[in-house]
């Protein structure tokens, strides 16, 4: 069974860092690209950064310059450092991992989300 668990989020004033963290574990061959989604009230989830197994990344344009996406492949873990935070910026946030569970099938799975709140 495979898991992915996030942890990091919090209540944060504007201008203020937060660093999530998402590491992935069980029975997993290897991870293709990992991922950070944010979801808030009323709105539909979105793609805030991704990053593939050799490091390319792509941000949406509201984070650019910002946000941060990295991983540790040896750890299953990828992380998102979230500079200068505005009050849009409050969601939840879901990790997504693309995996390998043997040589040919890959799956998708998503994390439970952690709460992100940037008020004064």
């Known amino acids: 069974q495979v898991q992915l668990v996030e942890s990091g989020g919090g209540l944060v004033q504007p201008g203020g860092s937060l660093r999530l963290s998402c590491a992935a574990s069980g029975s997993i061959f290897s991870i293709n690209a990992m991922g950070w989604y944010r979801q808030a009230p009323g709105k539909q989830r979105e793609l805030v950064a991704a990053?593939?197994?050799?490091?390319?990344?792509n941000y949406a344009d509201s984070v650019k310059g910002r946000f941060t996406i990295s991983r540790d492949n040896a750890k299953n873990t990828v992380y998102l450092q979230m500079n200068s935070l505005k009050p849009e910026d409050t969601a939840v946030y879901y990790c997504n991992a693309d995996l390998h569970l043997n040589p040919i099938a890959t799956m998708g799975y998503w994390g439970q989300g952690t709460q992100v709140t940037v008020s004064s």
């Open positions: 990053i593939t197994s050799g490091g390319s990344t």
